[in-house]
């Protein structure tokens, strides 16, 4: 497992809907969860640093294989996170030149994830794209 930022993998594009549709074959189903729903993260491990900050890392309890990890200086009776969290994805998670899902591009997603569960029919196509609610 390596530690990437999305910064290495993602430009700031959002990526579209047959990008999230192909990527999506890729993915195990925590994988396509966390992509719709977030991480859901539990505590994992955490310990004091030689320079008296906490080291803590986080565990997704979906099984997605990703962990967060964090530096927190205790300030007073106050742990304040110092910097950006760090993530650490399983091999396949992020996909190199795939933009970031939202609006139009999740709810292929979404489709793709519920379908694991259910048999949804395919309704003909009725929104028009002026009606879309992509985020950029
Ligand atoms: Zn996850």
């Known amino acids: ?4 930022t999305r910064a290495e993998t993602q ?3 959002w990526a579209d809907e047959a990008e999230v549709a192909e990527a999506a074959k890729s993915w195990k189903p925590a994988s396509q969860d966390c992509r ?11 310990s004091i640093a030689q320079d ?3 080291e803590r890392t986080l565990q997704c309890g979906r099984n ?7 530096t927190l200086h205790i300030i007073g009776e106050r742990l304040v996170r110092v910097g ?3 993530y650490s994805y399983e091999e396949g998670y992020l996909i190199p030149g795939l933009g970031r899902i939202g609006g ?3 709810e292929v997603l979404r489709f793709i994830a519920m379908s694991r569960e259910i048999n949804l029919p395919r309704a003909k ?12």
């Not at 497992?1 to 990437?4: D, G, L, Q, Y």
Request: hydrophobic share 35%.
């Open 64 to 70: 997605c294989g990703t962990l967060r990890s964090e």
């Open 84 to 86: 950006s969290p760090r």
């Open 1 to 4: 497992m390596a530690t990437v």
């Open 52 to 54: 008296g900050s906490v």
């Open 11 to 13: 430009p700031s594009l």
């Open 125 to 136: 196509a009725s929104r028009s794209k002026a009606a879309g609610k992509r985020a950029d």
């Open 36 to 46: 719709e729903f977030r991480h859901a993260w539990e505590r994992y491990t955490a």
């Open 104 to 106: 139009e591009g999740l």
